[in-house]
């Protein structure tokens, strides 16, 4: 069949990782289609820019003639969707772009995907997938005693942002169910790694750090997240495309439950290490803690044993390997740090986190 994938949201933080460590491992070329939101950044992937297997196309998800002339002229054996509004804290203060990108936007891309899929001749047909990159976060909130998220637990979404993936889950499941569409979908827990846009607490916590601002932590810190290495997450969604039963759900997960509090001091016992502050203090005195985020999830767990007992799929990082990698990341590329930082992101910081940029580190000591 056709050498080559359509990767959806491609230029956001998983997305340029993903295909980044695709083009490392494979001949096959990716069309990278993606509308270069806040959250999209071509400079992640400049590395590229002379590979002709990358193929980028600045567009949405929900243009329908755009990405029916895409599926049409370029024939893709697999879709990976990516693309999607990502960030909980924005989907509170403006939950509309959540339902039009993960909602209206999946719905779009699943009839014309749907079209293209149904025209295809027998062999072709048959081994198209399209996968589905979605969130622990459609499960709901776990108590401290309760077992981790299993495929089998119910939908739960408490956010906005959670409750447009859910809705997109849906969708995507409904599409097997109904139109047969080979689908696979990944639930996986929270990412970290290079390229992180820093609005999420790991790289938020490390910019502001280097840069004297306190470091926010909202309510009492213990809110409980499973962490996982981009490239893992990366690695998982490949040997789903490859193996994963059509119609099944794979959750993805990193055996690393930890509260913020301690995510946010491990990174500073990292920066006092490896960029000791100029005064000799250490970095967790700039910790300060914020009003908590409404209806802000107490806990998520994920239990991984369906993707490693089926597919062999296992991280090949510890939380202490990756995030010693993360902050070294964030230390070698200050410029990339430098130019998101627009005045879009200033503006969310000072939406999210007050006048202050979230205060500076003299007053939070
Ligand atoms: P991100 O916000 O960094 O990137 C999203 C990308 O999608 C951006 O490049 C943006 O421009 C693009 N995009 C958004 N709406 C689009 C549309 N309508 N058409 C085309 N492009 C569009 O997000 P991320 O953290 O890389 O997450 C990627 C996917 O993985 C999302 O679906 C997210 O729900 C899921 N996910 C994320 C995490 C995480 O920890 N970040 C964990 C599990 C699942
Ligand atoms: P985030 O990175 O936004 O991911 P998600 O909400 O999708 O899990 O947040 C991770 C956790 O960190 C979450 O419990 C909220 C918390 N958090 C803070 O305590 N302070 C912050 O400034 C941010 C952005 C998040």
């Known amino acids: 069949m056709n050498n080559c994938i359509l990767v959806t949201g491609g230029a956001g933080f998983i997305g340029s990782n993903f295909v980044l460590d695709w083009l490392a491992r494979s001949q096959e070329s990716v069309i990278n289609l993606d509308k270069l939101s806040y959250a999209g950044n071509l400079e992640n992937l400049a590395s590229l820019q002379d590979d002709s297997r990358h193929i980028f196309v600045q567009g949405d998800i929900g243009d329908t003639a755009l990405v029916e002339r895409l599926l049409a002229t370029r024939q893709p054996r697999a879709v990976v969707n990516f693309a999607a509004e990502s960030h909980v804290d924005r989907s509170i203060h403006g939950p509309e772009a959540f339902v039009q990108n993960n909602i209206v936007g999946t719905f779009r891309l699943l009839e014309s995907v749907r079209a293209y899929w149904a025209g295809l ?73 290079p390229y992180h846009f820093p609005e999420k607490l790991i790289p938020l916590v490390i910019v502001n750090a280097l840069a004297g601002k306190s470091l926010p932590v909202y309510g009492d810190g213990q809110q409980i997240r499973d ?49 000791p502050r100029a005064d000799g203090q250490p970095y967790r005195n700039q910790i300060a803690f914020v009003a908590d985020r409404p209806g802000h999830d107490r806990r998520y767990a994920i239990d991984a044993r369906k993707i490693e007992r089926e597919l062999g799929w296992k991280p090949a990082e510890t939380f202490e390997s990756g995030i010693a990698k993360t902050v070294q990341w964030y230390l070698g590329h200050q410029e990339w740090v430098a130019n998101v930082q627009s005045g879009a992101y200033r503006d969310w910081v000072r939406t999210q986190y007050g006048n202050a940029e979230a205060g500076n580190a003299a007053s939070a000591s």
């Open 227 to 275: 962490w996982l290495y981009v490239s893992d997450h990366c690695s998982a969604i490949r040997r789903v495309l490859e193996a994963g039963r059509i119609g099944e759900t794979y959750n993805v997960g990193g055996w690393n439950e930890q509260a913020n509090l301690s995510i946010v001091q491990t990174i500073c016992g990292l920066l006092d290490q490896l960029r």
């Open 121 to 193: 001749e027998d062999k072709t047909k048959s081994g198209f997938r399209f996968l589905h990159v979605s969130t622990d976060e459609v499960y709901g909130s776990l108590s401290k005693e309760e077992p981790a998220f299993t495929e089998h637990h119910p939908h739960e979404p408490n956010s906005p942002y959670s409750a447009s993936k859910a809705a997109s889950d849906h969708l995507v499941r409904a599409w097997h169910h109904t139109y047969g569409l080979p689908v696979l979908t990944t639930n996986c827990s929270n990412n970290y790694g």
